[in-house]
């Protein structure tokens, strides 16, 4: 008998793991970490087994079926199975001595049967290319001409925002506050409504400087043509990073790069928190948020999870 299907019992542990889970999140919150990606996967799967009726061995197998139907990409799908198995290896930790010297060691072949996808970079659909480095980005606003385009690449940057997003904001969207203004993003992607934040310094200089009637960035009456703004940050980018012997610019910027460098930068402020970035991306699922801005591998502790 598979070592996965032995203990019905596993169910009687989910609040054991939960209860772990919330340890380890508060550790993290303490040492300044933020709530870590894996707390969520962590609760995933054991929904997921709750759900089915599976104990927590039993309910692995299905779990890792589940996943490969969904076409997860590699890191996600990784991250979750490294979730997974850590919930079941605390289980042993606490209960280990309730099985025999076989069961455990089919237990940890049937664990080390599920191994890792192979990541594609491809797969990672916003490279380090796609994204300016915050000296890039400060170079960007040095050069840059236009007060105007000055704020609205500062805008950008400091919120992630889409052009579209930026230029649609109303004025009674903007709630001003001591340290930073609350702005409704109401016009977003999908229709899907959220709020996103800017410094008060430089919320107070962005309507002090465009005097809007209506909209947050206005011009004489009017809201800003997207295109033509969208064509005077390319020219900054050719003042501030010049361009190669075909006339090429040798750092083509766009608007939605000041977006992606936004979300890259604030994914490590917010300790790799992604269901908080996902929340101030307007992302619809966790796992677009994880698929488009977790570069990085997985960490030591996950690799050796995932084994």
């Known amino acids: 008998m598979n070592a996965l299907q032995v203990v019905k019992q596993g169910a009687d542990y989910c609040p054991e793991i ?30 997921f087994i709750q759900e089915h009726g599976y104990g927590i061995h039993e309910g692995f197998v299905p779990f890792v079926s589940y996943l490969a139907e969904r076409d997860l990409p590699a890191n996600t799908y990784n991250a979750k199975i490294a979730a997974a198995k850590q919930c ?3 289980m042993i930790d606490e209960h280990g001595h309730e099985y025999s010297s076989l069961q455990l060691w089919q237990l940890e072949q049937d664990l080390k049967s599920v191994k890792l996808k192979k990541l594609n970079e491809n797969q990672v659909a916003v490279s380090h290319e796609k994204c300016l480095t915050p000296a890039e980005v400060q170079r960007l606003i040095d050069v840059c001409p236009d007060p105007a385009i000055k704020y609205m690449i500062q805008f950008m940057y400091r919120t992630g925002c889409r052009i579209s997003e930026m230029l649609n904001v109303a004025l009674v969207h903007v709630e001003p506050k001591r340290k930073q203004w609350r702005i409704r993003i109401s016009k977003a ?33 009017k809201q800003y043509n997207r295109s033509a703004t969208t064509n005077r ?14 006339g090429k610019p040798n750092r083509p910027v766009t608007a939605h790069m000041l977006r992606h460098s936004y979300a890259t930068e604030k994914y490590k402020e917010l300790g790799h928190d992604l269901h908080k970035l996902k929340g101030l991306m307007g992302h619809s699922s966790v796992d677009t948020t ?12 996950e690799s050796e999870l995932a084994l």
Do not use: C
């Open 18 to 47: 939960l209860a772990k889970n919330e340890q380890d999140k508060a550790i993290n919150q303490e040492k300044g970490k933020g709530v870590p990606g894996r707390y969520y996967m962590r609760r995933d799967f054991v929904a």
């Open 88 to 90: 079941i290896r605390w």
């Open 189 to 221: 992607k999908a229709n899907k409504e959220r709020f996103v934040y800017l410094d008060a310094r430089l919320a107070k200089e962005v309507l002090e400087y465009f005097h809007g009637e209506r909209w947050l960035f206005e011009h004489h009456g």
């Open 233 to 246: 940050i390319k020219q900054t980018s050719i003042l501030a990073f010049g361009v190669d012997e075909d």
């Open 290 to 301: 994880e698929r488009m801005y977790v570069h990085a591998p997985p960490t030591p502790e």
